[in-house]
């Protein structure tokens, strides 16, 4: 007769194998749903959430209104691309060149600086805040995991989507509107790249009310945009 303790062990390990192929089934699952379904919610939005009403705030509202990438104006696609993930179109989901620079010359901390756009949606889609190498491990597989699944310009369509542009602001449609009562498809390049622009620290940095700081980021991502060759670039990729 096998020991109990050992026969309650293999019961442990079989059940946490089931649950661990369940949620990534159900993960796979989803990423194929979203290929062709508007995404309705994003993990970063259900924490945001959770995390007002725990606090006892019940006003705040997490929102986000779908839009198709026809119904956003190319400089936003663009503005992003050149603020946070200038070799969007070139790599498979992590820059490798990137994470090597931040951590060789500005360490772990500014890792952000190395999250690619595909990292970043990922993240926002599927994980919760935070650093630690458990997340960034397990960002990096879904990272790998939606490159091969989604098109870059479905990933890039998602993140316009689902990045938070301030306090219950989600999504570039939900910004447009909020900070210049206009929808995403008659944004400006300048107003492109001022959303672009406080998408680091979106909690922190105001769009309605930008610093000298963000004033400066702002013309900073307006001449990448030109170097990068201004809208064609989103053609030539095939991202528009």
Partial sequence: MKPKHTSWLRKVKKTLLKGFLFCIGLWFLAVLLWTVLPVPF????????????????????????????????????????????????????????AVNTALTQRGEDHLRGASTLSQQTAKNMFLWDGRSWVRKA???????????????????????????????IFGVEAASQAYFHKPAKQLTES?????????????????????????????????????LGGQPFLTQHHLY
Wanted: hydrophobic share 45%; glycine share 4%; charged share 20%.
């Fill in 138 to 168: 397990i960002e990096a597989g879904m990272t790998l995991g939606i490159e091969a699944i989604w098109r870059k310009k479905r990933i890039l369509t998602v993140y316009l989507n689902v990045a938070e542009f301030g306090p219950g």
């Fill in 42 to 97: 994003s993990a970063v939005m259900a924490e945001r959430q959770i995390s007002a009403w725990s606090s006892g705030n019940f006003v705040y509202r997490a929102h986000s209104d779908w839009v198709s990438m026809d119904n956003i104006s190319p400089w936003m696609p663009l503005a992003v691309i050149a603020s946070e993930d200038q070799r969007f179109p070139e790599h498979w989901g992590i820059d490798f060149s």
């Fill in 191 to 227: 107003q492109a790249a001022l959303l672009a622009a406080v998408l680091p620290s979106p909690l922190r940095y105001k769009a309605q009310a930008p610093s000298r700081y963000i004033q400066m980021r702002q013309q900073w991502i307006i001449r990448q945009m030109r170097q």
